[in-house]
């Protein structure tokens, strides 16, 4: 099982990434949403609510769990 937390920061209208509690990326207390413990990205995105928000995995810290998606994040939008 991994922590996962949320950005509060939205990018592109509704879209929030989405990091594991070991991540150099992950935002200070106040810019993100504790998700709690899933076992990998696509169980939590299979337990969250899509109309919602629309989730992405972060390619820095989910890349380490070998998640396969097409959903991440490329280098040019830091
Ligand atoms: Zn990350």
């Known amino acids: ?3 996962f937390y949320i950005e509060n920061r939205k990018r592109f ?16 207390k106040t810019g993100r949403t ?3 413990f ?3 990205f696509q169980e939590l995105q299979a ?8 989730m ?3 390619t820095y810290c989910c ?7 097409d959903q991440r994040i490329t280098s040019r939008e830091n």
């Open 63 to 69: 890349k380490s769990l070998q998640i396969k998606t």
């Open 56 to 58: 992405i995995a972060c």
């Open 38 to 40: 899933f076992n990998d």
């Open 47 to 54: 337990q969250h609510d899509p109309a919602d928000v629309f």
């Open 1 to 3: 099982m991994f922590c």
């Open 13 to 28: 209208g509704n879209q929030q990434v989405v990091h594991l509690k070991s991540c150099d990326l992950l935002p200070e």
């Open 34 to 36: 504790k998700l709690g």
